[in-house]
């Protein structure tokens, strides 16, 4: 836990940091004000996809000005939980020493989506309510929120 304001740090990690682990940022905070700080990070940073902004736009969220950010950047800090949100980010996660609880939830990569325009924004959507779902679920679990 983080001593100085009491709430719990969660780190959520995928590949790129470029849709998924960035909308369950998000989520988190929206879910877990006043609970925890949520951040996100990749392996490595590809920049934010214009398509998670746009759906998450239309849920009322704005991530447009955050930053792609890769894991190691928060090598030294400490965490409660780390939350692998891809099974490749599972595999080459690198090592946060400490007591975090580490949870994995593997979402389909919506940046893989093929297709018309609406086609990937019909995934981006169903991956976004996804995670939706389940961070209000996590945060309704973990902490009573």
């Known amino acids: 836990m983080d001593q100085k304001n ?3 740090r969660i780190l959520v990690l995928c590949t790129g940091n470029s ?12 879910f877990g004000k006043g609970l925890l700080e949520a951040y996100s990070a990749g392996t490595e940073a590809h920049g934010i996809n214009p398509y998670a902004i746009k759906v ?5 969220l704005d991530i447009s000005k955050k930053e792609s950010k890769a894991a190691d950047r928060f090598i030294g800090q400490t965490f409660d939980y780390i939350i692998t949100v891809c099974d490749k980010a ?10 975090a609880k ?26 976004r309510n996804e995670i939706k779902n389940w961070a209000r679920a996590f945060v309704q679990n973990e902490f009573g929120g």
């Open 19 to 30: 849709c998924r682990s960035q909308m369950a940022e998000a989520y988190l905070q929206e």
């Open 6 to 8: 009491g709430l719990k």
């Open 90 to 99: 599972r595999e080459n996660c690198p090592y946060f020493p400490g007591r």
């Open 56 to 60: 998450m736009a239309e849920d009322g």
């Open 102 to 127: 580490r949870i994995h939830r593997s979402f389909n990569d919506p940046a893989a989506a093929s297709g018309s325009d609406t086609d990937i924004l019909r995934e981006f959507r169903r991956v």
